[in-house]
């Protein structure tokens, strides 16, 4: 059986978890963002969300055993089995080892595409600031993709809200991690052959188009 195991990176407001909802929808393979799982966490109140929220907050990585752990739990659902579209980890190279170990030893495969969303930073800051999120992982933007009815998610008709760490500050400080930490996994997967840019700057169906086109390519789907 062969398995679609596919890594999106990206800046934070690059348009992650919007793609990713979409890919994992037409590839029928579950969308694991670890933003969203930290978010769902820490609105439980459970161990893993009080220590993910000061990191969170601040625009700081969770640290990567905690990180890794979450993920590594999460892959074995049986859900899992035929592949899943990650979303936001890996996020360091210590990470990205990591998975690919588990990858090998549990599922005798490794990730067959990287995507990679490019975008300037001055768009990142008005993508992130004008953001709004709904509990359930959707995400709309004030101008760029409103909801039907202001406030109210388009899907599952809950109330949207904004997020903690996207406000000015910590979204530059957001930036920065990503450039310090994240960036080197554009080498790392570059040399294992996988990684895939996608010009971010288009609209959102325009980019859905050739984020999946390089899926298919990379994981040998048809269409
Ligand atoms: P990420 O997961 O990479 O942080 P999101 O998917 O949450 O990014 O997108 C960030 C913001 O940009 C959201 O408000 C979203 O609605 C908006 N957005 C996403 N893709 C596009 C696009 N192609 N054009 C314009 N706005 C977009
Ligand atoms: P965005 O796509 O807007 O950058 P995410 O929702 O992916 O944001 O992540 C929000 C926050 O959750 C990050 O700033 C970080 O604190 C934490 N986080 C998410 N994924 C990881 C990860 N792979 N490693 C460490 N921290 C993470």
């Known amino acids: 059986m062969s398995q679609t195991f596919v890594v999106l990176i990206g800046p934070p407001g690059a348009g992650k978890g919007t793609q990713a909802k979409i890919a994992a929808e037409k590839l029928q393979i579950p969308h694991i963002s670890t933003g969203d799982l930290f978010r769902d966490n820490l609105k439980n109140q459970t161990e893993l969300g009080k220590t993910a929220q000061t990191y ?68 990142l800051v008005s993508r992130l600031s004008g953001r709004w999120m709904c509990p359930q992982g959707h995400v709309f933007h004030e101008v760029n993709n409103p909801p039907k009815v202001e406030g109210v998610c388009d899907v599952c008709g809950l109330t949207l809200y904004q997020r903690e760490d996207d406000k ?56």
């Open 168 to 223: 000015t500050e910590t979204i530059l400080h957001r930036i920065e991690v990503y450039e310090n930490q994240t960036a080197p996994l554009i080498d790392y997967y570059e040399k294992k052959g996988v990684l895939n840019r996608v010009d971010g700057n288009r609209t959102i169906d325009e980019v859905s188009a050739d984020i999946l086109s390089v899926i298919r390519a990379g994981c040998g789907l048809k269409e």
């Open 56 to 123: 969170m907050n601040s625009g700081q990585l969770v640290p990567d055993e905690v990180t890794i752990a979450m993920v590594a739990d999460r892959i074995s659902c049986p859900d899992c089995a035929k592949g899943a579209l990650l979303d936001g980890f890996p996020r360091t190279i210590a990470q990205a080892e990591a998975f690919d170990k588990i990858l090998g030893e549990q599922f005798g495969t490794s990730i067959c595409c990287v995507p990679l969303i490019d975008l300037a930073n001055e768009v």
